[in-house]
């Protein structure tokens, strides 16, 4: 997506070997209109799928996952995030490692809001190593729902979470995908493949 | 608003002496149609107020607060909201007291994102007993920037955060009213006086 990646060369800071800071349009300031612009590609490259319900993890999947909702028509659902895991019969739950944190976090979503009928695309902010995502399918599963696809918003592909998710068969796809930061710029897969 | 009153009757549950819980449409299962709506709202409500900056605190608040910044066209900041205070030279944070969980919270937001050109609209989802609110406008005060309103969802107006808010000569606008809870059942100020 032509006008997320702009964005991210104007306004995104690479911090040390692996670290994209976003903080000013995405994940603590936000863009209402690019959000809106997202909502609608994710609409157009998820086209057809029958998705019932869009599923995102607190905080910063929120602002994409809502754009997304109103342009497929359904509810969103946002799973908690928590530092200790209480497992509680009305939630299904799983653990996320953050390897950015190093440290294990626990997600949650109520029962009443995800079930066997629903047809789910996951919305996340980012792909790295792919455990918040791995989160949400494990939450789905225990729901019984169906995954119809992945949608994020910055994919690093040089980490290996976009792999675990093709080996697994998932429909993915990714408004900015990102090869590599050298000397501190950000370069994408495909720079002139881009629509 | 309406459309709101009539899905808290449908969807709120009325739980104990004071507790509405609205965890299907707004805080945890979103309604992607009717934050746009109430986005629409808040921009009829503050209509001409020379708004540059929407500020709300994560989680809950930043569905209506972004669908908010696309009706006025200006970005959203959520505060974050911490365990533990930890003062920052590139942070504004304020100590915000839950009454629901008798602890203390804090928050902080980026000093990049908030300055003495700001006008600010703060969104947040409920004012009860104004907690959440007097952190965001503490906030705004470090920052130097200017209060235009609080726009808030729901409304408790038996608790003392509107009073507060009264007493300072801010500018309040809240979609939902809630006189009081009787029987379990939600009752609205100025029930048949609504637009």
Known sequence: MR???????KDGQVLGEDVLKVDNFL??????????????EFKRLFEGAPIT???????????????SGLAFHVPVVFARKHKSLTLQD????????????????????????????????????FLANGQAVEGLLEVIDQAGA???GVGIVIEKTFQKGRELLDQRGIHVESLARIA?????????????NEN
Chains 1, 2 share one sequence.
């Open 90 to 125: 009305n939630m299904y739950s799983a653990t996320v490692y953050s390897y950015t944190k190093k440290v294990n976090n626990h997600i949650s979503i109520s029962k009443k809001f995800l079930n066997e009928n629903d047809r789910v695309l996951v919305i996340d902010d």
């Open 53 to 67: 319900k869009i599923l995102t993890v607190e905080s910063s999947g929120i602002a994409p996952a809502v754009f």
């Open 146 to 148: 169906q995954l119809e």
């Open 3 to 9: 006008l997320l990646e702009e964005r991210i060369k």
């Open 180 to 192: 590599a930061f050298e000397q501190g710029e950000v370069v994408f897969l495909d720079e002139n």
């Open 27 to 40: 994940n603590h300031q936000v863009d209402p209109e690019l959000m809106a612009a997202m909502g609608e």
